[in-house]
């Protein structure tokens, strides 16, 4: 890897890990909040595999997960959407894409996760436009992402949504939003224990 995402990476690590422990005063809004490592490696290795491009990403916080996307779709000059709504996440962020020089392939959508949902599905370039999407974003709204996005990505394509089985105050409608996603035949799913709990969605058709 990369020593420019490499150092990134481990720095913001360091901070989640600072964080979860309480061992740094950060206010709610402000903390990171973040993907685990594991789901970092994890998401790196489906954008290979798949030879991904096109991400759309959910929720960028300060940007640890955007880079794990990033370092996976950089050398075939692939692009990243991401949407965050907190001005000062995304200063951090602006921040982290430059010291880890991947800002070339990161389009930042500042704003509320619905509304720009709704603008990016309603243009007809971006139907069956994305490789993959990753979800990380409020929960109480989580199904009608799915539902926004869905037709935004192309068949064969993945959706990974983060905090599946933690935080366990969001369990019961995750499990919830796992079960609609079965009962659509055009869907393969699976819930798997990587990190926080991934739901792992394939697009069939």
Same mark, same amino acid.
Not at 58 to 63: A, K, P, R
Not at 79 to 85: G, N, S
Not at 137 to 162: R, S
């Given at each position: 890897? &990369?020593?420019?995402?490499?150092?990134?990476?481990?720095?913001?690590? &360091?901070?989640?890990?600072?964080?979860?422990?309480?061992?740094?005063?950060?206010?709610?809004?402000?903390?990171?909040?973040?993907?685990? +490592?594991?789901?970092?490696?994890?998401?790196?290795?489906? =954008?290979?595999?798949?030879?991904?491009?096109?991400? =759309?990403?959910?929720?960028?916080?300060?940007?640890?997960?955007?880079?794990?996307?990033?370092?996976?779709?950089? #050398?075939?000059?692939?692009?990243?959407?991401?949407?965050?709504?907190?001005?000062?996440?995304?200063?951090?962020?602006?921040?982290?894409?430059?010291?880890?020089?991947?800002?070339?392939?990161?389009?930042? +959508?500042?704003?509320?996760?619905?509304?720009?949902?709704? #603008?990016?599905?309603?243009?007809?370039?971006?139907?069956?436009?994305?490789?993959?999407?990753?979800?990380?974003?409020?929960?109480? &709204?989580?199904?009608?992402?799915?539902?926004?996005?869905?037709?935004?990505?192309?068949?064969?394509?993945?959706?990974?949504?983060?905090?599946?089985?933690?935080?366990?105050?969001?369990?019961?409608?995750? +499990?919830?939003?796992?079960?609609?996603?079965?009962?659509?035949?055009?869907?393969?799913?699976?819930?798997?224990?990587?990190? &926080?709990?991934? #739901?792992?969605?394939?697009?069939?058709?």
């Amino acid at each position: 890897m &990369n020593a420019d995402i490499s150092n990134v990476l481990d720095e913001l690590e &360091n901070q989640s890990r600072l964080e979860k422990a309480r061992k740094v005063d950060v206010a709610p809004q402000d903390r990171m909040l973040a993907i685990t +490592k594991e789901t970092g490696e994890f998401l790196n290795m489906i =954008l290979r595999l798949k030879n991904a491009k096109n991400v =759309l990403e959910v929720g960028m916080s300060v940007g640890y997960s955007t880079i794990w996307i990033a370092e996976a779709i950089i #050398e075939k000059s692939g692009k990243i959407f991401t949407i965050e709504k907190n001005p000062d996440k995304i200063k951090r962020a602006m921040d982290n894409f430059a010291k880890a020089k991947i800002e070339k392939v990161i389009e930042i +959508k500042e704003g509320i996760a619905m509304t720009i949902l709704k #603008e990016l599905s309603a243009q007809e370039k971006n139907q069956n436009f994305f490789d993959m999407v990753l979800i990380d974003a409020d929960k109480e &709204n989580i199904i009608e992402y799915f539902d926004l996005i869905l037709p935004m990505v192309m068949p064969g394509g993945v959706i990974i949504t983060d905090n599946m089985l933690h935080p366990e105050k969001y369990r019961q409608d995750m +499990k919830k939003f796992s079960d609609y996603l079965k009962s659509n035949p055009d869907l393969r799913t699976t819930t798997s224990n990587i990190g &926080n709990g991934e #739901e792992i969605t394939i697009k069939i058709k």
